[in-house]
């Protein structure tokens, strides 16, 4: 059985990186060369537009909208999403014998407890401060599939909680609220909340530190346990705002700090790279790099108007939105002997694949109760799948649980607008100008046919009734029945 090393960047989008866009600004020469090692896909997609479900439905391969849940978790927020009896990748993985973990952002919600003993399990800096140090976490990624686990609790430099989790353990406890004036102050410096921080917790540097854990995980496991595989999950903070690159970046690129911080990150992927190289395990392993949503709202308006770089294009939205950008995101694999390098697949894919491709991969049967919206796309990897779309229908969900559905290039979203940003909002997050007119601007959903119309300008929601009730009774029967892909 492969090791699996599986890379998710944070708000990276489709047209941040070279391979993907070709008028892109910034260098990622890493990037384009595992594509060019391996397979690109050109039609994957978060399966939300926002962190934290789509992070759910990665481990789960679930639609985190069945959970009920909307928004995403700051701070002291939980519980954990995944239910403790629930299959993930990393559990399946380890019942297969894989040593499992997962270094950097978690962002699926922990329950911490006061000095009384009672769960917090809520959003803000009130939460935070209540909490007690000495318990511990007892619905930590240790005790939902990975042996071991370094990171945040959510977004490492946005949210409340800036301490380092060992295990289930934060083992240098926050002092004080961030001091953030020696911090650089730019357009992409926003979104850095006013929160609790830890000595030795070095904002700049975070991704470098993940990183570490990461180098060390591939060198012990090469030194000790070589013959047993391993599933490493490195989860970046890199590249969601604010926008820090570590010193050694800073003005690495011509794009301004944005551009800095996305170098930063395919630099990382060429350490990853390269130590599976030096400790002899890349032809054992499948690679898998995407991106957890599309790039977020100040990024894109101060990269488009400063630099001339979209970190949304060729599509329509970005990161809240339901529109392609908000969900189309890289998806690049390597798989030495398996995957035929440098090819490039239009098969439709979701995140949520991951677990019936590594199930798969890996002789594993899943229940009837796990990989509800996963689908197996092991014969679209090693170029097997003879031209014939896999995937029948693709669900896609906002952070308000607005839900869209895809079939071949048909595309029903069942609400009006965007279903994540305002695009009338003033100031930084002000998007008027990109505003699409409405050829139907009194129908209740939105269609488009994404081979015709792949900038989703053309709301077809009345020209064509007939796909649109089509769309939507399937929708509505992949939410009564919870599931959308077939039984295995």
């Known amino acids: 059985m492969p090791n699996i090393l599986f890379i998710l960047a944070d708000d990276l989008g489709y047209g941040d990186v070279g391979c993907y866009n070709s008028k892109s600004k910034v260098p990622t020469p890493h990037l384009d060369q595992l594509a060019l090692d391996g397979i690109r896909f050109t039609d994957a997609h978060s399966p939300s537009t926002v962190c934290t479900p789509t992070r759910y439905s990665v481990l789960t391969g679930r639609m985190a909208f069945r959970t009920g849940m909307k928004g995403v978790f700051t701070g002291a927020g939980g519980p954990c999403m995944i ?89 240098v406890p926050p002092t004080k609220i961030i001091d953030r004036s020696p911090l650089p102050k730019h357009p992409y410096s926003q979104d850095n909340r006013p929160g609790m921080i830890a000595p030795g917790y070095e904002m700049e540097e975070i991704d470098l530190q993940f ?24 989860s970046t903070q890199a590249v969601h705002l604010p926008s820090f690159p570590a010193d050694q970046f800073k003005g690495k690129t011509k794009v301004g700090p944005h551009g800095d911080f996305i170098f930063e990150l395919d630099y990382i992927v060429g350490k990853l790279m390269s130590a599976l190289d030096k400790h002899g395990l890349t032809d054992n392993t499948l690679v898998i790099f995407s991106s957890d949503n599309g790039p977020e709202v100040p990024t894109v308006l101060s990269m488009r108007k400063n630099y001339k770089h979209n970190g949304a294009r060729p599509w329509r939205g970005v990161k809240r939105d339901n529109w392609e950008g908000g969900h189309r995101v890289p998806f690049i694999a390597r798989w030495p002997g398996k995957i035929k390098p440098g090819t490039t697949s239009s098969q439709t894919l979701s995140l949520t694949d991951l677990m019936a491709t590594f199930a798969a991969i890996t002789n594993v049967k899943l229940p009837s109760d796990a990989g509800e919206d996963s689908v197996n796309m092991l014969p679209a990897l090693i170029g097997k799948d003879e031209g014939i779309p896999i995937r029948k229908y693709t669900l896609h969900q906002t952070m308000s649980l607005a839900l869209s559905i895809r079939r071949g290039s048909w595309k029903y979203l069942d609400h009006k607008g965007s279903g994540g940003n305002n695009y009338n909002r003033a100031g930084l997050w002000g998007m008027k100008e990109y505003i699409v007119p409405e050829k139907a601007p009194l129908a209740p959903g939105q269609l488009y046919d994404l081979t015709s119309d792949p900038g989703e300008t053309d709301n077809l929601y009345y020209k064509k009734p007939e796909i649109v009730k089509e769309l939507k009774s399937k929708l509505e029967e992949f939410k009564k029945s919870g599931r959308s892909a077939p039984h295995s």
């Open 83 to 171: 239910e403790q009896d629930r299959m993930t990748i990393g559990g399946m993985l380890q019942e297969r014998g894989y040593k499992t973990a997962l270094y950097g952002k978690w962002h699926v919600g922990m329950t911490f407890y006061d000095k009384k003993g009672e769960a917090i399990n809520k959003n803000g800096l009130e939460a935070v401060k209540r909490i007690d140090y000495s318990k511990p976490i007892p619905d930590a990624p240790i005790h939902r599939g990975f042996d071991y686990f370094f990171g945040s609790v959510c977004c490492p430099t946005t949210d409340w909680l800036y301490a380092f989790i060992d295990g289930d353990r934060i083992p």
């Open 211 to 234: 990183l570490d854990k990461s180098l060390v995980f591939l060198e012990q496991h090469a030194k000790d346990e070589k013959k047993t595989p391993f599933f490493l999950f490195h």
